[in-house]
């Protein structure tokens, strides 16, 4: 649901870029038929551009609201249970003696024993989404099936290739499909103009630009601007559909002046081409306007620039995206095996702190050389940001709080033209859960990269060379600890994740929900079939897997296949 949130909110933004180019350089125009092309183009591009997915070198504040906003709506959110269990309030660091303390302590022991869940933003901005697109869609299928009942319920005559159904009630003559619909007084006083009007209507086929806007104002009911964009194809029909009539020989003044007596009425059916303008002014003026240059087409071009800076600003800043595998130094590097995102995740950390290093491949966490902050999750998914407690799943706190931070740090060293040394110690609980390690970890990253967004927009745009000097990922992952032999994995029960091999670049056997000893033995049969020295590994973990099942399954396949 937050990748479909997500692709609404770029479309949104294109569709008012459209509609304000729109209303600025094309609506007084003549040349309705460009118009009309323009628009319907225009908002299929719309919906399509977001799809088109380009990476950029540079990280640039001109991505960062359009990031903060793809944070928010494909964070991955899950229900948090308190099962009751007796927690510790001292949680050693490192040996540094610091403690985390719960400051939530009183409300925690009036929830023990009771099943708390959290609500995930995504789920209650798509249920509004969703609700809001039914009462759109029950509107739309209300005017349609009253219109169907009107045509259906009076005889139909032939008239050319369409059907000509007169109306004894007083109603607003429209067009629909292949039927023209006319009340019994426009058939008898006007009805040369109004069926030329109509027929115009259906021989552009303006039923089925209708249909595709009204299937637009469902996905976007929230967006004005989709609104007014089926607005001004309304009326860029009714100028085309006059202009056709008038093509066709009728009288330009009784034509206005008939348009004066019927612009007075309501339309009853949303999706229906009527002969009421509810603008007489604008299509009288469009009649008696000055013919529009063809060279006015030319302005054209000014959606290019918007359309590439629209794809610029939906740009993933981060291009390099390779996947290290992450269990041992492997000497064989494959780009396509797929791997679960806490383990990209990780790698991407140990890559960039040797892209940092250069040469000297590892940095030295010590205080004497650089600041060393601190980031703990417990058993229960709380996090603990230099002793400063976070709530479980409050990644947005955390994101204010190490953006925060890394600003302040960068700013220290650049004020002092000393080299960025500020580390970053990662470390978790056994029994925290894979899916929260996974959104903080993402959280983490996402905040280095927009700081360094930030820097680079500083320095006028530099390489992510030049950032990982100036600026360095320095994420490390501290060793995991546990406090319950709860979290303790045995070597027979099967765990919730599943293994592929590969060897070569030719995939392997894969192990679903194995057990450690079952992982263990089916690694040295694969080794000795295949009789590689180095073999590719890739993981992926079921929904909320224990932290010290990960560890454990990749400590013994580095054990068996790496002998570490």
């Given amino acids: 649901m937050g990748t479909i949130l997500f692709h609404i909110f770029e479309s949104t933004l294109c569709l008012t870029i459209l509609y304000f180019l729109f209303r600025l350089f094309f609506r007084k125009d003549t040349l309705f038929r460009t118009n009309r092309l323009l628009l319907l183009i225009g908002t299929v591009a719309c919906i399509l551009l977001p799809l088109m997915q380009i990476d950029v070198s540079q990280y640039t504040p001109l991505q960062l609201p359009v990031t903060a906003v793809r944070n928010l709506l494909t964070e991955k959110e899950a229900g948090v249970v308190d099962k009751g269990e007796e927690v510790s309030k001292e949680y050693p660091f490192e040996g540094t003696g610091a403690f985390f303390v719960d400051e939530e302590e009183n409300s925690i022991k009036e929830s023990r024993g009771s099943v708390m869940s959290a609500i995930p933003v995504t789920l209650l901005l798509g249920g509004c989404y969703l609700l809001g697109a039914f009462v759109v869609f029950s509107f739309l299928l209300l005017s349609t099936i009253r219109m169907y009942r009107l045509i259906h319920r009076f005889p139909a005559h032939e008239y050319g290739e369409y059907r000509l159904v007169i109306c004894p009630e007083k109603i607003v003559s429209f067009s629909w499909g292949k039927t023209i619909v006319l009340s019994q007084e426009d058939y008898e006083r006007n009805p040369e103009e109004i069926l030329l009007h109509e027929q115009m209507h259906l021989q552009h086929r303006h039923t089925l630009d209708l249909l595709w806007m009204e299937c637009l104002v469902i996905l976007h009911w929230f967006n004005p601007a989709a609104w007014l964009l089926m607005r001004e194809l309304r009326e860029v029909h009714e100028y085309e559909a006059d202009n056709s009539v008038i093509n066709h020989g009728i009288d330009a003044t009784q034509y206005q002046l008939l348009l004066v007596k019927k612009s007075v009425g309501t339309r009853l059916y949303s999706m229906a081409c009527g002969f009421n303008h509810s603008k007489l002014k604008n299509c009288i003026t469009m009649m008696l306007k000055r013919r529009t240059n063809n060279w006015a087409r030319l302005k054209l071009l000014l959606f290019v620039p918007a359309a590439a800076g629209t794809l610029y600003a939906f740009a993933w800043p981060e291009v390099k995206k390779t996947v290290e595998q992450v269990m041992a130094p492997v000497e064989v590097k494959q780009d396509s095996i797929p791997q679960s995102e806490l383990v990209q995740l990780e790698a991407f950390f140990k890559r960039k702190a040797e892209d940092a290093a250069g040469e000297k491949k590892v940095y030295q966490t010590d205080k004497k050389s650089g600041t060393i902050h601190s980031f703990f999750v417990n058993m229960n998914n709380k996090m603990m940001l230099n002793q400063k407690?976070?709530?479980?799943?409050?990644?947005?706190?955390?994101?204010?709080?190490?953006?925060?931070?890394?600003?302040?740090?960068?700013?220290?060293?650049?004020?002092?033209?000393?080299?960025?040394?500020?580390?970053?110690?990662?470390?978790?609980?056994?029994?925290?859960?894979?899916?929260?390690?996974?959104?903080?970890?993402?959280?983490?990253?996402?905040?280095?990269?927009?700081?360094?967004?930030?820097?680079?927009?500083?320095?006028?745009?530099?390489?992510?060379?030049?950032?990982?000097?100036?600026?360095?990922?320095?994420?490390?992952?501290?060793?995991?600890?546990?406090?319950?032999?709860?979290?303790?994995?045995?070597?027979?029960?099967?765990?919730?994740?599943?293994?592929?091999?590969?060897?070569?670049?030719?995939?392997?056997?894969?192990?679903?929900?194995?057990?450690?000893?079952?992982?263990?033995?089916?690694?040295?049969?694969?080794?000795?079939?295949?009789?590689?020295?180095?073999?590719?590994?890739?993981?992926?973990?079921?929904?909320?897997?224990?932290?010290?099942?990960?560890?454990?399954?990749?400590?013994?396949i580095r054990n068996t296949l790496y002998g570490k």
């Fill in 389 to 556: 407690l976070i709530k479980e799943y409050d990644v947005a706190t955390l994101s204010t709080r190490l953006t925060d931070l890394l600003r302040a740090e960068y700013q220290k060293y650049a004020k002092g033209d000393l080299n960025y040394s500020t580390y970053l110690l990662v470390r978790y609980d056994r029994g925290s859960s894979s899916d929260a390690i996974t959104s903080y970890l993402r959280t983490i990253k996402d905040s280095y990269l927009q700081v360094r967004g930030e820097i680079s927009g500083q320095l006028g745009g530099v390489s992510e060379a030049r950032l990982d000097s100036v600026f360095p990922i320095l994420v490390h992952f501290g060793e995991s600890k546990v406090y319950s032999s709860k979290y303790k994995t045995t070597t027979d029960i099967s765990l919730p994740i599943q293994i592929s091999l590969f060897s070569g670049g030719s995939a392997g056997p894969v192990l679903k929900n194995p057990s450690l000893r079952e992982v263990e033995q089916r690694l040295k049969e694969y080794k000795a079939t295949t009789g590689a020295d180095h073999l590719a590994v890739s993981l992926k973990l079921d929904k909320d897997v224990a932290m010290g099942v990960v560890e454990d399954v990749k400590e013994v």
